[in-house]
């Protein structure tokens, strides 16, 4: 084995470690905090209530068109902590190495969240490493958790959702799941989908700011796709939800996936899209906000909130029949995020 | 494969995912915030500056003398967390499972972190769930981070050890490591030596209430042992550390499996012990604070921090020869925690 690779010895917490650390970790990471070298972050918050989320990311492959785990494990975090309206503050790393993984990987993937967490506005403060015997992992896993300070006054949450409010989708669904499918097993489309994997703090600033308190639902159509989303704010809110099929953007190139691999899109996974349920009086300005968003042009009114069939979400499908929306049962793919 | 064990679609993020959720972590994580099932956990924070800590466990086997990863991944991060002179306040727990997991190994783990959360007055607030196909992962790893309220005026870091500042050590070492030894490969001593995993927060919150700012350091000396750590603080505050070797408690049961299996004391991991740099006038205080908690009732004080030799760490032999203290290089076991 040779010094480009990852050994059992550098997760020992001894000096190979720490050369580990020093070598490619604090090359990328420089937050002050996290310079300091303890165990932990010390940390001055801004006052406010605190939204604390944590994901694991197991994505395979580890680069795909448009991210790779790096910037995924950023974004992914960043807005889940966003989705309670909070302004998100900083994150931990958490790595988990196979022995033997190429240093080149694992510094790819360090830069690529450095650079995603300064365009997402957060600071990686505080990180582990771990390293397992060939075998006991796939290469790479990451752990991001993620803290944001919501501001004053703001309530947004899955059990908000009222009669009448409107329901957005920030851009078209199933990017991210068609991305990955695609870059599996050699399958290759026409076009290449890439992954919509993003950072949506900015947007949601942008419509917490403006909105308040008529903005009553953000959540991010990740695994599961829309359709399990909706179902959950229906049930969290006991409300319906009806949705018009044809009001939801999917590329062409998707849809084309779709057909061949016999995926649904409502199913897919997201990375850089967010569905906001919204005061009837605010919705069209939340489009607006969000179409001037970098990653919110294609945003659409999808729907309403409805108070009938509660706990359930109707598709008014392209053909003028009506169906009932279920969660995703099954698996769709693995290791998708 | 029978449904007594995970599956992919545990962790597709649609109805299985929900059932997975409401069968084994919902049954032992019953936070009214965790209960929310939103993707986030909105926290209102005691103010004061944060304490935020991450650790992935990947500990081989998944159950040990004196514990399991459960508890270990609640303990680690606490103790951390706490390092900073914080009091933990709520942690994340990510998941990540092997298809074919049986249910009731991980039904014991998430019933082991609900009580060991209690023990260390910590909150499970929001949690994460992947499964991966068969041989991505060996069996479980778990990542927690934490996030703690440091009181006002408490200053604790790597960097405040002083001149004439005395050294101690909670309790005995080597135990955790030597446990997970003994514990593999069917390796068995006349004595079992259990892991010394255990929340040190209660222990932490007792010597700051008490002694404030004469507490100047906080570490625990898991991978790479106590000599890692000592040499840690002795780079991080410019100061020499002498020590000295009769001081240091181990347990007969360590020594004569460290004399079998070739491993040094100084360098073996303990999950459940502190290291204290205090003020000398404050030293015997804390020592009997140490010795009246639970988990500290073999503490010694073991040496004294001093002007010479900036950065090293010199242990005064039980033979009254010297010999310089190094940081553990290479590996001493993968996966111990």
Redo the contacts between chains.
């Keep these: 084995m040779s010094d480009d690779r990852v050994?059992?010895?550098h997760?020992?917490?001894?000096?190979?470690?720490?050369e580990l650390i020093e070598s490619i970790f604090l090359k990328y990471f420089n937050d002050p905090v996290l310079l300091?070298?303890?165990?932990?972050?010390?940390?001055?918050?801004p006052?406010g209530?605190?939204?604390?989320?944590?994901?694991?990311y197991?994505i395979?492959p580890l680069f795909f068109p448009g991210g790779d785990i790096g910037s995924l494990a950023v974004h992914g975090t960043v807005n889940?902590?966003a989705?309670?309206g909070?302004v998100p503050f900083?994150i931990?790393?958490?790595?988990?190495l196979e022995e033997g993984l190429p240093f080149e990987v694992l510094e790819r993937i360090a830069a690529s969240m450095a650079v995603a967490a300064v365009e997402a506005g957060v600071r990686i403060?505080?990180?582990?490493t771990?390293?397992?015997?060939r075998?006991?992992?796939?290469k790479l896993?990451i752990?991001t958790?993620g803290?944001g300070i919501?501001p004053r006054g703001v309530n947004v949450?899955?059990?908000l959702a009222e009669e009448g409010d409107r329901v957005l989708i920030s851009g078209t669904i199933g990017d991210h799941g068609i991305a990955i499918a695609s870059s599996r097993d050699g399958i290759a489309f026409e076009t290449t989908v890439e992954s919509d994997s993003a950072p949506l703090s900015g947007m949601i600033n942008e419509l917490i700011s403006a909105l308040g308190q008529d903005i009553h639902v953000l959540?991010?159509p990740?695994?599961?796709?829309l359709a399990?989303v909706l179902c959950?704010i229906a049930s969290?809110s006991t409300v319906g939800i009806r949705i018009e099929e044809t009001s939801i953007p999917v590329r062409d190139a998707v849809k084309g996936a779709c057909e061949l691999l016999g995926y649904e899109p409502l199913?897919l996974?997201n990375e850089g899209k967010l569905v906001a349920v919204a005061a009837p009086e605010a919705a069209e300005r939340a489009l607006e906000i969000m179409k001037l968003s970098k990653y919110g042009k294609d945003a659409c009114i999808i729907g309403e909130i409805t108070g009938e069939n509660p706990g359930k979400v109707i598709l008014k499908t392209a053909m003028g029949g009506s169906r009932l929306v279920?969660?995703?049962?099954?698996?769709?793919l693995?290791?998708i995020c």
């Design positions: 050994l059992l010895s997760g020992a917490g001894g000096k190979r470690s720490s300091e070298l303890n165990d932990m972050a010390v940390l001055d918050l006052h209530r605190v939204s604390m989320s944590t994901d694991t197991v395979d889940d902590v989705m309670a909070a900083a931990s790393a958490g790595f988990i403060v505080t990180a582990d771990k390293v397992v015997p075998g006991a992992v796939d896993f752990n958790t803290i919501i949450r899955g059990s959540r991010d990740t695994r599961g796709g399990t959950e969290q199913y996974a279920d969660k995703l049962s099954g698996e769709m693995p290791r």
